[in-house]
Each structure stands twice: as C-alpha cells, then as structure tokens.
T-cell receptor
Framework: AAGVIQSPRHLIKEKRETATLKCYPI?????VYWYQQGPGQDPQFLIS???????DKGSIPDRFSAQQFSDYHSELNMSSLELGDSALYFC??????????????FGPGTRLTVL | QKEVEQDPGPLSVPEGAIVSLNCTYS??????FMWYRQYSRKGPELLMY????GNKEDGRFTAQVDKSSKYISLFIRDSQPSDSATYLC?????????FGAGTRLAVHP
C-alpha cells in the first residue's frame, strides 16, 4: 500500500539558512499534519491543513510557514534556522479531519541537522 | 503538566510475556485515543485507535480506555523480540494528536 512520502530524508543546514521539507500524502488523503520530534522526545504538533486550508496550529515558530497545494502535497518552509531546530520532522496524512477517518499515517520523517 | 503522561521506561520483558503499557491524560476533550509503535529513526506506525471508552482487540494487541479515570492501556500478549520498540499513546481532540513521552520496550529471547 502507498505510504506518506517525505523528502528529503536527511538535510544538513547552517545556522540562519533556509530549509524546505516536502510531504506527499497517501492517495485520496486530503489532510496533512506536520510534527517535530526532538531527540528523545515525543512528536509535537506544528500545523495541519485540510483541503488546502490551514485547519489547526500548534507550537510552530513564526520563522516557519507551511502550505498545502492543489495536489494535496505540503511543504514546510523554515527560515533563519537555529541549532534547536535540529530534529526529525514528520508529516502525517488522513482522510478528513473527524470521525473514523482521522487515522493519521506518518511518513518516514526528514532528519534536519543545523550546524 | 503534560496533557498525556506516559512512563518512558525502559521496560524489559522475556519473550512470551504479557506487556502492559499505560498512559493517563488530563484533557477531557479527547475523544479518540491512539497507540503508535516507533522503531528507532522511523516514523510512528499506527497500531490501534479507540473511540471513547471500552476495549478494542487486534490480534495480540488490546487497547483499553477508561474515560472515568482518564486511563489508557495497551496490552501485548505473547510478546516477541520484534515488538521491541517505543510505544506512544496519543489523544485526539479536534484533529491534532497529543502524544505521551513514549515507553521503550525491549523483549528479549
């Protein structure tokens, strides 16, 4: 079965640089979620999109922005990178945002290292 | 206080043992409760989810939710070395998941 695709899988950036992470949801999934997982920590919700509109917002820094495109893929843009941004970034997708369709399936993650 | 509390372990059991993993939560708005399994450097994999209170069984796995005590449990029967991973519980209110810290489980032969 098709899964969530994330690219790149690994990314190394310098402080103050910009990074763009991409997420391709499971076919027919219209909702995308972004989570950040620091070393030894649980995933923290950043932001979500349903039908290309922002549906919920968590602890996402102002330096980060995201959007969902017409083909439902999503991009997380991160600017002025800081050392503390080094983490695993997961994208998850689901079909709809409520009821029994809310099963969120996670991608393999993008490991971002900021030097 | 975190909205979902989970003992990080580690928990070490012999192969074939029954494993009990537990979480407590404080947000009464949670309606769905999930259990994810995460292997090292991999994305969380959805094991099961339950709606409101009650039990749900899937093979060797049983999930329980007691909303009166705000307690979530996952039982693994006949545990296998391949079950060695971090198990994350999560609650869902609107649409975002709030995770516990994850419990590291090691099943040794």
């Amino acid at each position: 079965a098709a899964g969530v695709i994330q690219s790149p899988r690994h990314l190394i950036k310098e402080k103050r640089e910009t990074a763009t992470l991409k997420c391709y949801p499971i076919p027919r999934h219209d909702t995308v979620y972004w989570y950040q997982q620091g070393p030894g920590q649980d995933p923290q919700f950043l932001i979500s999109f349903y039908e290309k509109m922002q549906s919920d917002k968590g602890s996402i820094p102002d330096r980060f922005s995201a959007q969902q495109f017409s083909d439902y893929h999503s991009e997380l843009n991160m600017s002025s990178l800081e050392l503390g941004d080094s983490a695993l970034y997961f994208c998850a997708s689901s079909r709809g945002t409520s009821g029994s369709y809310n099963e969120q399936f996670f991608g393999p993650g993008t490991r971002l290292t900021v030097l | 206080q975190k909205e979902v509390e989970q003992d990080p372990g580690p928990l070490s059991v012999p192969e074939g043992a029954i494993v009990s993993l537990n979480c407590t939560y404080s947000n009464s708005a949670f309606q769905y409760f999930m259990w994810y399994r995460q292997y090292s450097r991999k994305g969380p994999e959805l094991l099961m989810y339950t709606y409101s209170s009650g039990n749900k069984e899937d093979g060797r796995f049983t999930a329980q939710v007691d909303k009166s005590s705000k307690y979530i449990s996952l039982f693994i029967r006949d545990s296998q070395p391949s079950d060695s991973a971090t198990y994350l519980c999560a609650g869902r209110g609107y649409n975002k998941l709030i995770f516990g810290a994850g419990t590291r489980l090691a099943v040794h032969p």
